[in-house]
């Protein structure tokens, strides 16, 4: 995997001025375009397309900066139509706009080359099982709402919390089949992982296949496959959201298999009143690599 994502850092680098086709790059490193952005932006910590924007805008800096070439000669070496879609890619990464910085010389925003490395860490073991499972479905109440990476989700929490009591334990009632419990379903999600995309949260519970949906709830079609299933426990939700990113740094680097698309789901075993810790089991769909 680390070497598939240099060879994308590589292959930008080669390909700044124009598009290239991260899924072909993916299939001849032998694995998905899903997993290969997934990973590159829980690694990098920023999406691979705001990599890109932050590369070429690094790169066309010093063009600016140098003035032998007009500005929509620029905009155009590196993709833009116009000028004006130049500016604002060159504000968004400068914090000020080409003339500006042809003028005075700055200020400027570099974005160093990315390198991956494998660090050897895995002094926690991570609490981990494999699941083949068949179809299934989630039903409960959806909404969409913004992906934030850190911290408690206020959309999320105000979502769940519009519900009446009665309403949880009536979706309690209606799980029959693993994942047990009530979920936290995040569905649609964007492979880059960008913060600020909308995703569907699904506050509700796993049913098989063949049980009916009530006719008020909405509901996720989920085909038969494998999850890779971790175990957290600690502080809520900081626990989960740092065992999503060991799934990354060391259990996929050190694993047979990789993600595949589908919904991440949440089950909460065990929590305190406040819900300031829990015992959770995440559940990712996974495939063989």
Same mark, same amino acid.
């Given at each position: 995997?680390?070497?598939?994502?240099?060879?994308?850092?590589?292959?930008?680098?080669?390909?700044?001025?124009?598009?290239?086709?991260?899924?072909?790059?993916?299939?001849?490193?032998?694995?998905?375009?899903?997993?290969?952005?997934?990973?590159?932006?829980?690694?990098?910590?920023?999406?691979?397309?705001?990599?890109?924007?932050?590369?070429?805008?690094?790169?066309?800096?010093?063009?600016?900066?140098?003035?032998?070439?007009?500005?929509?000669?620029?905009?155009?070496?590196?993709?833009?139509?116009?000028?004006?879609?130049?500016?604002?890619?060159?504000?968004?990464?400068?914090?000020?706009?080409?003339?500006?910085?042809?003028?005075?010389?700055?200020?400027?925003?570099?974005?160093?080359?990315?390198?991956?490395?494998?660090?050897?860490?895995?002094?926690?073991?991570?609490?981990?099982?494999?699941?083949?499972?068949?179809?299934?479905?989630?039903?409960?109440?959806?909404?969409?709402?913004?992906?934030?990476?850190?911290?408690?989700?206020?959309?999320?929490?105000?979502?769940?919390?519009?519900?009446?009591?009665?309403?949880?334990?009536?979706?309690?009632? !209606?799980?029959?089949?693993?994942?047990?419990? !009530?979920?936290?379903?995040?569905?649609?999600?964007?492979?880059?992982?960008?913060?600020?995309?909308?995703?569907?949260?699904?506050?509700?519970?796993?049913?098989?296949?063949?049980?009916?949906?009530?006719?008020?709830?909405?509901?996720?079609?989920?085909?038969?496959?494998?999850?890779?299933?971790?175990?957290?426990?600690?502080?809520?939700?900081?626990?989960?959201?740092?065992?999503?990113?060991?799934?990354?740094?060391?259990?996929?680097?050190?694993?047979?298999?990789?993600?595949?698309?589908?919904?991440?789901?949440?089950?909460?075993?065990?929590?305190?009143?406040?819900?300031?810790?829990?015992?959770?089991?995440?559940?990712?769909?996974?495939?063989?690599?």
């Amino acid at each position: 995997m680390i070497s598939a994502l240099n060879r994308l850092v590589d292959l930008v680098e080669e390909r700044l001025s124009d598009e290239f086709d991260v899924k072909e790059l993916a299939g001849s490193l032998g694995t998905t375009e899903y997993h290969l952005r997934r990973m590159f932006s829980s690694l990098a910590g920023m999406p691979l397309s705001e990599y890109v924007r932050r590369r070429r805008m690094t790169v066309a800096a010093a063009d600016v900066v140098r003035g032998a070439d007009d500005l929509l000669s620029i905009a155009v070496r590196y993709g833009y139509g116009s000028t004006e879609a130049f500016g604002r890619a060159f504000r968004a990464v400068h914090g000020t706009g080409p003339s500006d910085v042809r003028r005075d010389g700055g200020p400027l925003r570099t974005q160093p080359q990315l390198r991956f490395r494998l660090t050897v860490e895995g002094s926690i073991p991570m609490d981990t099982r494999i699941a083949e499972r068949a179809a299934f479905k989630l039903v409960g109440h959806a909404a969409r709402v913004p992906l934030i990476h850190e911290g408690v989700n206020p959309h999320i929490q105000q979502h769940i919390t519009a519900l009446p009591s009665e309403e949880h334990q009536r979706l309690k009632s !209606l799980g029959d089949t693993e994942p047990a419990g !009530l979920l936290s379903v995040c569905d649609d999600l964007d492979p880059d992982h960008t913060e600020g995309c909308e995703l569907t949260y699904l506050h509700g519970v796993a049913i098989a296949e063949s049980t009916p949906v009530p006719d008020d709830l909405d509901a996720i079609e989920v085909p038969a496959g494998t999850w890779a299933v971790f175990r957290t426990s600690g502080p809520h939700p900081q626990a989960l959201q740092t065992a999503w990113a060991a799934t990354a740094t060391e259990w996929f680097p050190a694993n047979p298999w990789r993600l595949r698309p589908g919904p991440e789901i949440v089950a909460v075993l065990e929590r305190a009143d406040d819900f300031s810790t829990a015992t959770c089991e995440l559940w990712v769909p996974v495939e063989p690599s």
